[in-house]
């Protein structure tokens, strides 16, 4: 497969790469823009013009140079072995994809893409949708034969989008929901995933039945249609094998596939728990459940959510501390699908240990939440600091206020135990990050004036760190 006829490079060397703001010719979707999507939709195979390439709206050349524009990107499919259940998969190529392009940045998936193009690949020719459109048509018809026909429709015109909005919602709903009556004690077999280990290298995402993609974007069914369309490719089956934990969701057969899939930095992995040996977390994840350490709770933000959260930081602070492939107890990446799981962390006392959630998350999953936890645990219309969580909980009866007492610290402290003990399997703990910039100087011997080192947004590991008092004589 060539891409020399286009402007700009196309491959795997390029996947990672970051475009910051002033670098950027344009930015498509991302926080600052409400409606945008990709969505890839299997069909039959009259219905499919293969090849054709459609922009709806003004095209790359036409948008306002560093600003901020909605996109969608519909991308339809056929092919004798194409079926519904490879929808999720497929449309988790884009941002595989997207990412070999020079110059281009995709994050995150679904209703949620994020886009940046480089004004360097801009002015080499990557002016126009149309070579989007190539880029894809090429790779996915290489990389995955099944797909015999395809085309691809860019939207940039803000009422399309609109309509074609609700449209993808729905059917990401509708394949939410398919896998939400199988039971992961029903099965024998889940299924992993390593798209992202080219941004996190020891992540590895085991979807279940009832723990779906971190991204949010694969079920339990769509595992199991790529394994079989693609066995040599990034998603792949997992026997259960024999159960250490069924209630953690600890498996040998999991646990194997770790040893093997990050190379020997994950051996071990609890499903259900964000502080036991937790599942890993990329960078895709949909939301984080993170620890609230002054009511032993967990509170839970999306990537959408502007502002902090009630302990103060923003959602892109703590994805930093999550992120990365990491087991970092307190701090786990999970999706919306998984907190209308029964068995939504449920190691941790599941919504009886949470503790706050944004209002748009919690619209999404009211029907899901335990009936008497719904309407007491509160979100930022209600509380806007950790004092006034603490008394909300006190005042509303809150299970968690249970863990306050005498009985509930000595829990707190046996999982604090556990945390600790966790923390050197993980591949790296959690660093602590120097925003800004950290300056010290080493004097030099015999009265010359030394140097200066300076650590720029520098994070730092240390498994100990010693003080020491130097003695008169030791100075001498
Ligand atoms: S978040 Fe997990 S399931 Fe989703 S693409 Fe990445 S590795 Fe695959």
Redesign the pocket.
């Known amino acids: 497969m060539s891409f020399e006829d286009l402007p700009m490079e196309v491959g795997v060397i390029y996947e990672g790469e970051r475009i910051r703001k002033g670098d950027m010719q344009v930015e498509l979707g991302g926080p600052k823009i409400e409606k945008k999507f990709e969505l890839v939709l299997a069909k039959k195979a009259a219905e499919v013009e293969d090849g054709k390439i459609t922009v709806v709206g003004p095209d790359l050349k036409d948008l306002d140079e560093g600003g901020y524009h909605p996109l969608g990107i519909l991308i339809e499919v056929a092919g004798k072995e194409v079926e519904e259940d490879l929808e999720g998969v497929l449309e988790?190529h884009v941002?595989e994809y997207t990412n070999f392009m020079e110059g281009v940045m995709h994050l995150n998936q679904r209703y949620d893409i994020w886009i940046r193009i480089s004004k360097k690949s801009f002015q080499k020719g990557l002016n126009s949708f149309k070579v989007f459109g190539q880029v894809y048509e090429r790779l996915y018809k290489s990389e995955l034969p099944i797909i015999e026909k395809i085309q691809i429709t860019f939207f940039t015109d803000p009422d399309k989008i609109a309509e074609q909005f609700d449209a993808a919602i729905k059917r990401y709903d509708e394949r939410d929901a398919r896998a939400r009556g199988l039971k992961d004690e029903e099965v024998d077999v889940f299924y992993g995933?390593?798209?992202?280990q080219s941004f996190a290298p020891t992540?590895?995402?085991t979807?279940t039945a009832q723990r779906y993609?971190?991204?949010g974007?694969?079920s339990w069914f769509d595992g199991r249609a790529a394994a079989r369309v693609d066995p040599k490719g990034?998603l792949f089956s997992i026997e259960k094998g024999d159960v250490i934990d069924e209630f953690k969701g600890e498996y040998k057969g999991v646990n194997q596939a770790y040893k093997e899939k990050t190379l020997g930095a994950v051996t071990e992995v609890c499903l259900y728990s964000a502080f036991d040996k937790p599942h890993t977390s990329?960078g895709?994840?949909e939301a984080i459940a993170f620890i609230i350490p002054e009511v032993d709770g967990l509170g839970l933000v999306h990537r959408d959510y502007k502002g902090p959260s009630v302990n103060g930081l923003p959602f892109s602070t703590m994805a930093d501390s999550t992120a990365g492939g990491r087991q970092i107890p307190g701090f786990h990446g999970v999706s919306i699908e998984y907190m209308r799981s029964p068995k939504f962390l449920q190691v941790d006392g599941g919504w009886e240990r949470v503790v706050w959630l944004p209002k748009a998350i919690k619209d999404r999953i009211y029907d899901f939440m335990p009936d008497n936890l719904r309407d007491i645990i509160p979100t930022e219309n209600d509380v806007s600091d950790i004092d006034e969580l603490k008394r909300y909980l006190q005042d509303h009866n809150h299970p968690v206020v249970e863990r306050w007492t005498e009985t509930g610290a000595a829990a707190r402290l046996e999982e604090e135990e556990r945390v600790e003990e966790a923390a050197p399997t993980t591949q790296a703990s959690q660093p602590f990050m120097m925003p800004g910039q950290m300056m010290t100087t080493v004097p030099a011997a015999g009265g010359s004036p030394g140097f200066q080192i300076i650590f720029k947004n520098a994070k730092i590991y240390a498994e100990k760190v010693i003080i020491k008092r130097l003695d008169e004589k030791a100075k001498k």
């Open positions: 988790r941002h995933c390593t798209l992202c992540h590895c995402c979807i993609a971190n991204c974007a694969i990034p990329c895709c994840f």
